[in-house]
């Protein structure tokens, strides 16, 4: 028995995303229908280092395939400044559900970011208009990459415009687009008022009012993944349709979990969850007007979709390294 092994290279050669993409919005629809089992995320607590380690296990039974997997991983936000490493670290280990054997353990942190986008880009799908062209980014950190990369995979983006208190990140991201795209700097009001909005800060105080957005704009709030993160304010989502990942996440971590412990944001004020949309239950958008807001925590159901992705793909081009893991002869 061989078990893979992935490094950050190999995830984000084989994580093709218009491949993840269909996988992510495949497990959004086998939740909804019950088909997937995804325990609550947990938690450690780590304050003696400014940081914490979860963990996200998940089964996924989609019908002509099966999956399994853990995702362990952490935010440690002073790992860049301190010891030159991301804020954001994470191995997944991709099981086969018949036998429990481990068939790869791979990067998570690339494969983080991969369906994180791909997640984006199945609610841009549904929630904005068909014919949006023009996508902001508040925060030119390493999720925008994925976020540009993944949502104008399903919408015909020409024009980017991404806000950020750091110049050197905003330069570094118009750098690596300037040739694919119209991009350039911008306040957040500017980034706000396009088509679609990726918000990818840490923010704990919103940044992004009711005014700063367009009349159809469609967000993906990607930031908040604790409690006390807000990256967009309490009047912004009473006025928008909200479509969220998963309840007891979004409530506990997510963009609403603070205005919905507060009791200022109530369930009647989320539209539904994403499968809902997958699967016909609830609507996408119907007309032009109107600000939709996806928050996304990130499931780990979608951690197993893209790891079986990446898993087929880099066994199908022999990419990788074969280790014995396991050891059978006994």
């Given at each position: 028995?061989?078990?893979?092994?992935?490094?950050?290279?190999?995830?984000?050669?084989?994580?093709?995303?218009?491949?993840?993409?269909?996988?992510?919005?495949?497990?959004?629809?086998?939740?909804?229908?019950?088909?997937?089992?995804?325990?609550?995320?947990?938690?450690?607590?780590?304050?003696?280092?400014?940081?914490?380690?979860?963990?996200?296990?998940?089964?996924?039974?989609?019908?002509?395939?099966?999956?399994?997997?853990?995702?362990?991983?952490?935010?440690?936000?002073?790992?860049?400044?301190?010891?030159?490493?991301?804020?954001?670290?994470?191995?997944?280990?991709?099981?086969?559900?018949?036998?429990?054997?481990?068939?790869?353990?791979?990067?998570?942190?690339?494969?983080?970011?991969?369906?994180?986008?791909?997640?984006?880009?199945?609610?841009?799908?549904?929630?904005?208009?068909?014919?949006?062209?023009?996508?902001?980014?508040?925060?030119?950190?390493?999720?925008?990459?994925?976020?540009?990369?993944?949502?104008?995979?399903?919408?015909?983006?020409?024009?980017?415009?991404?806000?950020?208190?750091?110049?050197d990140r905003v330069q570094r991201f118009i750098d690596a687009y300037d040739d694919e795209f119209d991009v350039r700097t911008g306040s957040i009001s500017e980034a706000g008022h396009c088509d679609?909005?990726?918000?990818?800060?840490?923010?704990?105080?919103?940044?992004?009012?009711?005014?700063?957005?367009?009349?159809?704009?469609?967000?993906?709030?990607?930031?908040?993944?604790?409690?006390?993160?807000?990256?967009?304010?309490?009047?912004?989502?009473?006025?928008?349709?909200?479509?969220?990942?998963?309840?007891?996440?979004?409530?506990?971590?997510?963009?609403?979990?603070?205005?919905?412990?507060?009791?200022?944001?109530?369930?009647?004020?989320?539209?539904?969850?994403?499968?809902?949309?997958?699967?016909?239950?609830?609507?996408?958008?119907?007309?032009?007007?109107?600000?939709?807001?996806?928050?996304?925590?990130?499931?780990?159901?979608?951690?197993?979709?893209?790891?079986r992705v990446v898993y087929e793909d880099a066994r199908e081009h022999e990419a990788g390294f074969d280790f014995g893991l396991i050891h059978t002869d006994r």
């Amino acid at each position: 028995m061989q078990t893979l092994l992935l490094d950050s290279d190999d995830v984000d050669e084989h994580a093709r995303m218009a491949d993840v993409i269909g996988a992510v919005e495949d497990a959004f629809g086998a939740y909804e229908r019950g088909d997937a089992q995804m325990p609550a995320k947990s938690y450690i607590d780590l304050p003696k280092y400014n940081g914490d380690f979860r963990s996200m296990p998940a089964y996924l039974d989609a019908g002509e395939w099966d999956a399994a997997g853990v995702k362990w991983v952490n935010v440690h936000p002073d790992n860049p400044e301190d010891h030159d490493l991301p804020t954001v670290l994470g191995t997944m280990i991709y099981s086969d559900p018949e036998t429990a054997s481990p068939l790869a353990i791979m990067d998570g942190t690339a494969l983080t970011m991969k369906r994180t986008g791909a997640a984006a880009a199945v609610a841009t799908d549904y929630l904005a208009v068909e014919d949006a062209t023009s996508m902001g980014l508040i925060g030119a950190g390493v999720q925008s990459y994925t976020q540009l990369d993944a949502i104008s995979a399903i919408r015909p983006i020409e024009e980017v415009v991404v806000s950020d208190l750091d110049d050197d990140r905003v330069q570094r991201f118009i750098d690596a687009y300037d040739d694919e795209f119209d991009v350039r700097t911008g306040s957040i009001s500017e980034a706000g008022h396009c088509d679609v909005l990726s918000t990818v800060t840490p923010v704990r105080d919103p940044v992004v009012g009711l005014e700063d957005v367009g009349d159809h704009t469609h967000i993906n709030a990607i930031g908040a993944d604790a409690e006390g993160k807000h990256e967009l304010s309490d009047e912004l989502l009473l006025e928008s349709t909200v479509v969220i990942d998963d309840h007891k996440q979004c409530t506990h971590s997510g963009e609403v979990n603070v205005p919905y412990n507060e009791g200022t944001l109530t369930d009647d004020d989320i539209y539904g969850e994403i499968g809902e949309l997958v699967v016909g239950e609830k609507a996408a958008r119907e007309d032009d007007t109107g600000v939709t807001v996806f928050d996304s925590t990130g499931l780990a159901i979608q951690d197993v979709a893209a790891a079986r992705v990446v898993y087929e793909d880099a066994r199908e081009h022999e990419a990788g390294f074969d280790f014995g893991l396991i050891h059978t002869d006994r």
